[in-house]
């Protein structure tokens, strides 16, 4: 299996641009899980999807940031507009079950908003 | 509040010296605790999930352990490759969510 896979690996935008970060989990894991780390905060848990339904979104900052999850093979993650402060390294990971199972992350993407 | 305390925030052995990675946890009824290892530019890789206190895990050079309030990753003479931040996360019964902790840098030396 290929893993968690997310792209880009990089990204370098302008403040104030569109972002759209995408991430295709492991086939058969039907839980997906949009994290941020940053060095002052660690890991942050931003949005969960159970069976493609967002179940708890609380951890989005603000309104700038939404998540879709189409069908169970691809999510994306979008910023708009970009800020500075949104600088960060995302992860998507998944897990087959909800509760008791490990998480399987992916490379991250590096968001670098100048 | 569910919360997860990882010390040291960074440790620098020798090789083959041993010691000890600690996290502590504050939860309202632990699911599991899952300890991930991280090497820089990648994602968390999973390790280890204990369940209840007084379970045990081993993994060539690692050993995870669990109580009612904190869970040690011991590593045994250490090796170069070992070198990695070390994440230990919670989940809470009646939550799904994974909380981690801010992890230990691991610096092991030749």
């Known amino acids: 299996d290929a893993g968690v896979i997310q792209s880009p690996r990089h990204e370098v935008t302008e403040m104030g641009q569109e972002v759209t970060l995408r991430c295709k989990p492991i086939?058969?894991?039907?839980?997906l899980f949009w994290y941020r780390q940053t060095m002052m905060r660690g890991l942050e848990l931003l949005i969960y999807?159970?069976?493609?339904?967002?179940?708890?979104d609380s951890g989005m900052p603000e309104d700038r940031f939404s998540a879709k999850m189409p069908n169970a093979s691809f999510s994306t993650l979008k910023i708009q507009p970009s800020e500075p402060r949104d600088s960060a390294v995302y992860f998507c990971?998944?897990?087959?079950?909800?509760?008791?199972?490990?998480?399987?992350f992916g490379q991250g993407t590096r968001l670098t908003v100048v | 509040e569910d919360q997860v305390t990882q010390s040291p925030e960074a440790l620098r052995l020798q090789e083959g010296e041993s010691s000890s990675l600690n996290c502590s946890y504050t939860?309202?009824?632990?699911?599991?605790l899952f300890w991930y290892r991280q090497d820089p530019g990648k994602g968390p890789e999973f390790l280890f999930t204990?369940?209840?206190a007084g379970e045990e895990k081993e993994k060539e050079r690692l050993k995870a352990t669990l109580t009612k309030k904190e869970s040690f990753l011991h590593i045994t003479a250490p090796k170069p490759e070992d070198s990695a931040t070390y994440l230990c996360a919670v989940q809470a019964r009646g939550t799904y969510k994974y909380i981690f902790g801010t992890g230990t840098r691991l610096k092991v030396l030749a």
């Open positions: 999807f159970n069976n493609n339904v967002p179940i708890d």
């Open positions: 939860v309202s009824g632990l699911r599991g």
């Open positions: 086939s058969g894991h039907n839980s």
């Open positions: 990971a998944s897990s087959p079950r909800v509760l008791n199972t490990e998480a399987f």
């Open positions: 204990l369940y209840s």
